[in-house]
């Protein structure tokens, strides 16, 4: 029979875990969507300040629940060195030429005019604010948002909710035929209709090379490249590449 003393010991070398462990993979998502929604509806003189409170919201909440070692995930550094980091950053690239070539190729396949994004939400004088921030939050919140919430609750969650079991004990990047048709669904529904064959793509792609890794980060670096890319691509394309007609494409649907 164990002594009370070496029981208090055990105790303090295995961590106990308290409820669910959910809201540190929710809350950022959560409050990034809410946040976008009400954008959307409080019009044209509130709209700025929501977009600056939709980057720096989920960020606070993000670096709150790191701060309490709230995902210890992202302590595992990716596999393979600078040679392993190169992958994720060429997955990333190649997925964000998925995500773009084919508007470029089909023009049917692009939105209805509206919804793009403005660079002069905040006044003419203010561009290069309006760019920093939307470049901040895409290639940077942005990911480890969706990234800790997708792959890093959602995937493991799919695999144990009927089960009565932690997700927190599924390994980062275990595959499974559920796992992986949850991930698909919910990524291609979270994004406009129009997206949604690009998005399908992509997330097909990233979540085979996620198998390979399983690392949480790594799959944030193949998020933010990806990003990044379509941020860079816009900002130096756009205006230079015509459609049959002869007109310049206007390329700010993508962000």
């Known amino acids: 029979m ?22 540190p ?35 606070a909440i993000l670096l709150y629940h790191a701060a309490r070692n709230g995902y210890p995930e992202l302590r595992q ?18 997925g964000a030429a998925l995500w773009i070539a084919p508007y470029l190729w089909f023009p049917a396949l692009r939105p209805e005019p ?17 760019l ?12 480890f948002v969706e990234e800790i919430f997708v792959r890093g609750w959602l995937a493991r969650y799919a695999d144990v909710f009927d089960r009565n079991e932690d997700f927190r004990d599924v390994p980062i990047g275990r595959y499974s035929l559920r796992s992986f048709a949850t991930v698909v669904l919910f990524f291609t529904a979270s994004h406009m209709t129009w997206e949604w064959p690009v998005a399908i793509a992509w997330i097909v792609l990233t979540q085979l090379w996620f198998y390979q890794r399983k690392n949480l980060l790594s799959l944030v670096l193949v998020h933010a490249a990806s990003n990044l890319a ?26």
């Open 25 to 59: 993979y929710l809350t950022p998502l959560l409050s990034f969507l809410a946040l976008l929604e009400l954008g959307r509806r409080v019009g044209p003189t509130l709209g700025p300040a929501f977009s600056v409170a939709s980057v720096v919201v989920p960020l």
């Open 132 to 143: 920093s921030l939307r470049a901040f939050g895409y290639a940077v919140v942005t990911p």
């Open 230 to 255: 379509i941020f860079a691509f816009v900002l130096l394309a756009n205006g230079k590449l015509f459609d049959a007609g002869g007109e310049p494409i206007d390329l700010w649907f993508f962000l």
């Open 114 to 130: 509206g919804g793009a994004f403005d660079a002069t939400k905040f006044g003419e004088q203010h561009v290069w604010f309006a």
């Open 77 to 94: 550094p990716p596999r393979g060195g600078a040679l392993g980091l190169a992958g994720d950053v060429g997955v990333g690239l190649f």
């Open 2 to 23: 164990r002594r009370p003393r070496e029981a208090g010991r055990l105790r303090a070398i295995v961590p106990q875990r308290r409820g669910h462990g959910w809201w």
